[in-house]
């Protein structure tokens, strides 16, 4: 997650620093990672929370 960090940090707080698409990439590579770790692959209620969110067009769903 440090890694995410610093590109967050390059983007947010500089002006003269710029990262490449590929950078950019490389980063959201390491963030998938890390949310795979932590919640692991093929998480049943991850699964479902996303199905509704693209059912719902990005609404909550209504309980």
């Known amino acids: 997650m440090l890694a995410v960090k610093w590109l967050g ?7 003269s620093d710029k990262f490449s698409k590929a950078e950019l990439l490389d980063g959201f590579e390491v963030l998938e990672k890390a949310i795979e770790l932590i ?10 929370l996303a199905n509704a969110m693209i059912t719902n067009k990005g609404k909550p769903a209504t309980k």
Not at 9 to 15: D, L, M, R, V, Y
Not at 39 to 48: A, E, L, P, T
Request: proline fraction near 0%; aromatic fraction near 6%.
């Open 39 to 48: 919640y692991g692959k093929g998480d049943k209620r991850i699964d479902d």
């Open 9 to 15: 940090n390059i983007g947010s707080h500089t002006t």
